[in-house]
T-cell receptor, first 114, second 111 residues
Framework: ETGVTQTPRHLVMGMTNKKSLKCEQH?????MYWYKQSAKKPLELMFV?????RVENNSVPSRFSPECPNSSHLFLHLHTLQPEDSALYLC?????WGAGETQYFGPGTRLLVL | RKEVEQDPGPFNVPEGATVAFNCTYS??????FFWYRQDCRKEPKLLMS???SGNEDGRFTAQLNRASQYISLLIRDSKLSDSATYLC????????????FGSGTQLTVLP
């Protein structure tokens, strides 16, 4: 186990629904990340939080809204998604926010938007 | 040109074979390099960091060629359990604190 958990593991939602993805890390890390992984594409970084402050937002549409209430928890709130948003959403954490840091990934939430 | 480019494969090799993966990156200022492994329908996990002088971890050897902006991973005596997708990861040119992932190279080791 990597010490990073995500719920739910699978989610099917309609375009008008609102849902939230949850990530929790038990590693005492200070940085957390949301990634999107679509089929046959590289991981795309969506958001980075360092010490509960958002430090990166990679031009992600506003229908994705992150929240980091404390250094152990990270949420991704979803609303009015499109079918092309169907993907695996991965949460990761690292000790600090830095390029040399190893990132530890959660198992992901596999999202299907109908 | 993609920031991090890998041959997608698939590579199908028999058990015991030696297999090598290559990766190229576009930003000469990149400083940190990694290989991650991702099993089918699982999350990526760090396999090894790549150091300038090259480094080895058991059957795995990673090499970095800064002049050619090229990273390699060599797997010797491949096992069935090595079957996975191998992701080349480089720190992003846009921000020194971001990691950019390649699309991955799929490896299947056959009995």
């Amino acid at each position: 186990e990597t010490g990073v958990t995500q719920t739910p593991r699978h989610l099917v939602m309609g375009m008008t629904n609102k849902k939230s993805l949850k990530c929790e890390q038990h590693l005492g890390h200070n940085a957390m990340y949301w990634y999107k992984q679509s089929a046959k594409k590289p991981l795309e970084l969506m958001f980075v939080y360092s010490l509960e402050e958002r430090v990166e937002n990679n031009s992600v549409p506003s229908r994705f809204s992150p929240e980091c209430p404390n250094s152990s928890h990270l949420f991704l709130h979803l609303h009015t998604l499109q079918p092309e948003d169907s993907a695996l959403y991965l949460c990761a954490s690292s000790q600090e926010w830095g390029a040399g840091e190893t990132q530890y990934f959660g198992p992901g939430t596999r999202l299907l938007v109908l | 040109r993609k920031e991090v480019e890998q041959d997608p494969g698939p590579f199908n090799v028999p058990e015991g074979a030696t297999v090598a993966f290559n990766c190229t990156y576009s930003n000469s200022a990149s400083q940190s390099f990694f290989w991650y492994r991702q099993d089918c329908r699982k999350e990526p996990k760090l396999l090894m960091s790549v150091y300038s002088s090259g480094n080895e971890d058991g059957r795995f050897t990673a090499q970095l060629n800064r002049a050619s902006q090229y990273i390699s991973l060599l797997i010797r005596d491949s096992k069935l359990s090595d079957s996975a997708t191998y992701l080349c990861v480089v720190n992003s040119p846009g921000s020194a604190r971001q990691l950019t992932f390649g699309s991955g190279t799929q490896l299947t080791v056959l009995p």
